[in-house]
């Protein structure tokens, strides 16, 4: 769970530097604005681990495994969840 939020991070940093946003909305499907951007992102999110594994024919929990800041984040996390 705590890599996902890291990924979504990530993926949405961009966002974090933009000034001025236009969300155009075709009409189709649920919502518009803001709740489409996060289901954008959320599905976005859900696409990209086979997407990786089928390019590169590595799961990619593994791949998160040799991301050093992450992995040390995760750890962290996980020993700061045994001890609540």
Do not use: R
């Not at 979504?8 to 649920?30: R, Y």
Request: overall charge neutral.
């Amino acid at each position: 769970m705590q890599s996902g939020l890291l990924v979504a991070g990530k993926i949405s940093e961009p966002l974090s530097k933009t000034e001025k946003m236009i969300i155009i909305n075709s009409g189709s499907g649920v919502g518009g604005g803001a709740s489409k951007l996060t289901g954008d992102v959320t599905q976005i999110m859900a696409q990209l681990p086979p997407i990786i594994e089928s390019l590169t024919g590595i799961k990619f929990e593994k791949l998160l495994e040799q991301v050093p800041g992450l992995k040390q984040s995760m750890e962290k996390s996980a020993g700061e969840d045994k001890q609540s």
